[in-house]
């Protein structure tokens, strides 16, 4: 893009005075950035991926050393890969004017066992921002892949690039410690990256006074946190403010939000200081781990107890339906309807009942009819051949549903339902008689 505006011009003609990365950042990088690699031989012998010095290292156990010749420090490699590379960015921070201005460099390192690594140093993005909102970016086109960090076009200038581009997601894995910084990020407590993304934390010290206040009590673990963590609590702020009150430094920021966590769900007042800010962070937890874990268990076992006493209420009821059937249905039982063919009879136990649902394949039985005081249950059939099974509702005397085997209808369906229907009245008077088993019958 060429630059139209005011602000545009004047980046783009101090990004001019800007030096090429010095030897010493790079030298610096090379070291920060990589793991330098040891490539083992299967005779014992290695060889350096920085200075491709070949040494013997027979007998020899462990996976890092150093190099006898460049000092390097080394991974050793066991695989049989001979080449290897890898990508980084680090940042160079400077001022220039009123501007502070982050420079992203790209750095790719090739090696080729018995070959001296290669590296490649690209500057691929600068970063410009000021105290009054302003911001710059000065960078390479990305590629077709813009969702690749790395995907930079090298053949492309250095321009003044859309801010819609999203250089957010670049990571950085190492920012040159010599830099400098603006006297207003200067006076707001900068004192060094501490492993994060220089772009933030500048940024952060310029405009947010939590930022200023987590780096002037050395609470970079927590600053990190606040600055990248999407899990980030949202009364943080609330609790960090109570550590900073006690003089409290959270060292290991994870396990202190697992102890929050774990304080919540033992119902304890995650606001006292006493719990917030245990002098032991580590054993504290890993104690309250110990009583939370005794507790659900202690649920858990009153739950399973809970569910077997419900099961077994529910077992007696069925064996009680099963056992009282016949009883509570006498009335109906010897009820039979013939058209000459069809032959309709009502279901005289619970052995019935599964039979009925085994050989139809329904749910007669598993869904527990036998135990319904409102439901008759009837079986359609030609001598021994069952065709339908018939449920008449008491209640309001008429057919719920009359199926065949898989809940299909037979050829039958509408001769058997006929069938029934004209014989209902019978079951009605049944219905209406008063049976002396009638109070057990509603019991
Ligand atoms: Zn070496």
Redesign the pocket.
């Known amino acids: 893009m060429k630059p139209k505006t005011a602000l545009h011009k004047k980046v783009v003609k101090l990004s001019a005075t800007l030096r090429p990365i010095t030897a010493t950042q790079k030298q610096w990088a090379y070291s920060q950035c990589f793991e330098h690699i040891a490539y083992r031989g299967k005779n014992g012998s290695m060889v350096?991926s920085?200075?491709?010095?070949e040494w013997s290292a027979e007998g020899k156990r462990g996976n890092k050393c150093r190099?006898p010749?460049?000092?390097?420090k080394l991974t050793v490699s066991h695989s049989l890969k001979r080449k290897s590379t890898q990508t980084a960015h680090f940042a160079v921070v400077t001022t220039r004017d009123n501007f502070q201005v982050i420079r992203v460099i790209y750095v790719k390192w090739c090696s080729r066992k018995g070959e001296k690594a290669e590296y490649i140093v690209n500057e691929a993005l600068q970063r410009w921002f000021d105290a009054e909102g302003n911001e710059v970016n000065i960078a390479r086109k990305k590629c077709f892949m813009p969702r690749y960090c790395d995907a930079w076009n090298f053949d492309s200038d250095m321009e003044i690039r859309s801010r819609t581009a999203n250089y957010d997601n670049i990571p950085i894995y190492a920012t040159y410690p010599k830099c400098r910084v603006l006297p207003i990020i200067r006076r707001n407590g900068f004192n060094g990256f501490h492993y994060t993304d220089p772009y933030d934390l500048l940024k952060g010290l310029m405009s947010d006074n939590k930022v200023e206040t987590l780096v002037k009590t050395r609470q970079y673990g927590l600053l990190s946190y606040y600055l990248y963590r999407s899990q980030y609590r949202r009364d943080s702020w609330q609790l960090i403010r109570i550590c900073l009150r006690h003089n409290y430094k959270v060292k290991d920021v994870t396990t202190w939000y697992d102890h929050i966590n774990t304080l919540e769900r033992l119902g304890m007042d995650i606001h006292n200081p006493l719990y917030l800010c245990p002098k032991n962070l580590r054993s504290e937890h890993n104690r309250l781990v110990e009583l939370l874990k005794r507790r659900e268990e202690k649920v858990r076992i009153e739950r399973e107890r809970n569910a077997e006493i419900e099961r077994q209420i529910r077992q007696r009821k069925d064996d009680e339906a099963k056992k009282t059937y016949p009883q509570r249905m006498s009335r109906y039982l010897d009820l039979v309807f013939s058209d000459g063919l069809i032959e309709v009879s009502v279901l005289q136990t619970a052995e019935d009942f599964y039979n009925e649902g085994e050989i139809m394949h329904h749910c007669v039985y598993t869904n527990g009819y036998y135990a319904e005081n409102n439901s008759l249950v009837m079986s359609a059939h030609i001598g021994d051949k069952r065709l339908e099974t018939i449920e008449i509702d008491l209640k309001r005397l008429i057919i719920s549903q009359s199926h065949g085997a898989y809940n299909q209808d037979t050829k039958y369906h509408n001769r058997i339902v006929s069938l029934v229907q004209r014989n209902i009245h019978k079951i009605a008077r049944r219905a209406n008689q008063k049976s002396e088993n009638a109070d057990v019958i509603s019991a």
């Not at 920085?50 to 010095?53: G, K, L, R, Y």
């Not at 010749?69 to 390097?72: E, L, N, Q």
């Open positions: 350096c920085e200075c491709a010095h190099c010749k460049c000092g390097a």
